[in-house]
């Protein structure tokens, strides 16, 4: 191993250099300085005359009333009407400039085209949902909402096989790879270079080398300090056609908000992937950042892996709108699986993967937890790496705790972010006196699940808070009366007896007073955690 040969002395210098060279920095500084122009040229304009100020207060009173009158969530409209009441010229600023944007425009509208065109390809079967229908009409009913306003049908005979584990996963990911006879299709929030990313870039490059259709999607924030600038030029030089979703660029712009958050893999339209795990070593806990890494995820085989094949080919489009991804129906579920239609013994119940955008005016992911909690009847397990909750989540959780529902919550015993820890433990407190049990893993908890009554289960990448129920692009499969729904209930059960410590009301209510302090400034901030 090289040795560093600095001086002891000036080696916090040189990680201080290090880091502000680095490209995320460079971008972030020039953020910076762009906030700090805008607010100098507004302050500069209320300086120039009284008049100027009485202009200024007064359009940041009508500001305010505009923006309560927007169709947003209470706690967006929170976030600036404190720092509005504050720095009132400065965030009217700040908020016209960000509310205007061409660009933003574009990828929305972009967007909204691709689903419309597509939606046709996203066809529910009728005589499925005639079957769901005559066993649960209260599921019928959401599957109802899926379709007509979110764009996902629901499908029967998928075979589902649930991981409790980032690296029971990893093997069973690459022997299926190795099969694939046609195309790979994978799109990721966060790439990170290791041993789990050589391994599966070393099976790309092959497959891709033998002629198959390789594609690929990473998010341009959630990889940005991980890998090589322009790393995407690489990856298409190895046959693997690559784009980056949104790359962070150092310009002030509401769009950079939206990250591509979903994990996605299909290979050859019968397989499917999705869960919470990225690829990088911690997530199949080849190296340690916070103990032991928990990760979840399920693969599909079947009619229902289309979804997930959709969701990947809009994006693809979307990130490229010159780049085409060619015809839709040469990825059909069927087309590289004669007997697809065949009734299976092993693949009862109902699976329905979906996609949630923050562009098209549809809380999906929110709806379809929401949707489990209040159909709960005996009970609701639920595991997430941030709990961030706005009114209507806490509300949904003390009803059901109250009504004698078991609602148990795990949470991570060694977070990634101290900030959202915090702003988690500042609910515990209610939660608790609800009647909601609270975990935490001895560990990072970084699985996002819900599980009810040993009938309904939803696995994805959706975490409890407003980043991921509001901002970013999310999916998730939800899963009804399928055999999974009861590997997820075990390992729950599993993680309650031996991976987690239950907290009390004491544990709640003797926080720290720097914790608490600490909760209570960062309130102002929960609708960008």
Not at 173 to 179: N, V
Not at 215 to 235: K, V
Not at 438 to 449: L, P, R, S, V, W
Request: hydrophobic share 40%; with cysteine.
């Amino acid at each position: 191993m090289n040795k560093d040969k600095t001086p002891k002395c000036l080696r916090p210098i040189k990680q201080a250099i290090v880091y502000v060279a680095t490209q995320r920095t460079v971008v972030i500084l020039a953020l910076i300085a762009q906030i700090m122009l805008i607010g100098y040229l507004f302050i500069a304009l209320q300086r120039y005359s009284t008049k100027m100020v009485i202009i200024f207060q007064l359009v940041a009173a009508l500001t305010a009333i505009y923006v309560l009158n927007t169709r947003t969530k209470a706690e967006f409209k929170l976030g600036w009407m404190v720092p509005m009441v504050i720095f009132p010229i400065f965030t009217v600023g700040i908020y016209f400039y960000l509310s205007n944007q061409y660009g933003a425009r574009v990828v929305r509208n972009r967007f909204a085209l691709k689903c419309s065109e597509t939606r046709r390809f996203l066809a529910q079967d009728e005589k499925i949902f005639s079957e769901l229908k005559a066993e649960s009409a209260e599921i019928a009913r959401y599957v109802t909402y899926m379709k007509d306003c979110a764009g996902f049908p629901i499908w029967n005979n998928t075979e589902v096989t649930y991981f409790p584990a980032g690296e029971k996963k990893f093997d069973v990911l690459k022997a299926e790879l190795e099969k694939a006879k046609h195309y790979i299709f994978i799109e990721m929030f966060i790439v990170d270079q290791g041993s789990m990313w050589d391994e599966l870039l070393e099976i790309l490059k092959r497959k891709a080398a033998e002629g198959l259709d390789i594609r690929f999607i990473y998010d341009g924030m959630g990889s940005q300090n991980l890998l090589p600038f322009n790393y995407h030029r690489r990856l298409t030089e190895f046959g693997i056609k690559t784009r980056v979703f949104q790359p962070f660029l150092p310009m002030l712009s509401s769009i950079q908000n939206n990250r591509d958050h979903r994990k996605i893999i299909v290979i050859d339209g019968h397989t499917g992937f999705t869960g919470g795990d990225n690829i990088a070593d911690e997530y199949v806990n080849r190296i340690v950042r916070f103990g032991y890494w928990k990760d979840t995820s399920v693969m599909l085989r079947g009619k229902a892996v289309w979804n997930l094949t959709m969701m990947f080919l809009q994006m693809w489009e979307v990130t490229d709108p010159k780049g085409k991804a060619g015809s839709y129906e040469l990825y059909l579920p069927d087309k590289h699986i004669v007997d697809m239609d065949k009734p299976r013994s092993d693949c009862g119940g109902f699976v329905l993967p979906y996609g949630d955008s923050p562009l098209d005016g549809e809380d999906v992911g929110v709806t379809s937890y929401m949707h489990i909690l209040t159909t709960a009847k005996k009970y609701c397990y639920i595991s997430t790496p941030y709990l961030i909750l706005n009114e209507e989540l806490i509300s949904g959780l003390c009803y059901a705790a109250k009504s004698g529902i078991d609602i148990r919550v795990i949470v991570p015993g060694i977070p990634d972010k101290w900030y959202v820890k915090v702003m988690g433990e500042s609910f515990f407190a209610t939660l608790k006196k609800a009647g909601v049990r609270i975990y935490e893993y001895n560990g990072f908890n970084h699985a996002k699940m819900f599980v009810s009554d040993d009938e309904k289960a939803i696995v994805g990448t959706i975490n409890l808070d407003y980043r991921s129920l509001y901002l970013h692009f999310e999916n998730g499969c939800y899963m009804y009366k399928v055999g999974a729904v009861m590997d997820i209930r075990k390992d729950f059960e599993y993680m309650f007896e031996n991976s987690c410590k239950e907290l009390s009301l004491d544990d709640c209510l003797k926080r720290p007073f720097k914790r608490r302090m600490a909760s209570a400034l960062l309130k102002i901030l929960e609708p960008m955690l």
